[in-house]
């Protein structure tokens, strides 16, 4: 049973920085990133393999400020982010190759 849970969202003041974790059990393969704003599609942010750990960025700008890792000991891949923008609002989920198995989400809100 692949089950997939977020923490680590809140709200915070352009410029801070937010620690997410997506704590995942019975997968270990590429996990990635998404995040929605309402009413509009997933767009995805970042992913890593497992068990390379190879990183992927939607783009530059993220790869400067996001940074997305994994503690294989217990299974649980981070996104780190700083300077926060406005514009990195939004709900932000973690998911499996494929898009099989996604988990509830987690809000970031950035003023």
């Known amino acids: 049973h692949v089950q997939l849970v977020e923490s680590g969202g809140g709200s915070v003041q352009a410029g801070g920085s937010l620690r997410l974790s997506c704590a995942v059990s019975g997968y270990r393969h590429c996990v990635g990133w998404f995040r929605q704003v309402a009413g509009k599609a997933r767009l995805g942010v970042a992913s890593?393999?497992?068990?390379?750990?190879?990183?992927?960025y939607r783009d530059d700008s993220l790869k400067g400020r996001f940074t997305i890792s994994r503690y294989s000991a217990k299974n649980t891949v981070f996104l780190e982010m700083y300077g926060l923008e406005p514009g990195d609002t939004g709900m932000y989920y973690c998911?499996?190759?494929?898009?099989?198995?996604w988990g509830q989400g987690t809000q970031v809100t950035v003023s």
């Open positions: 998911v499996t190759e494929g898009f099989t198995h």
């Open positions: 890593i393999s497992s068990p390379v750990g190879t990183t992927y």
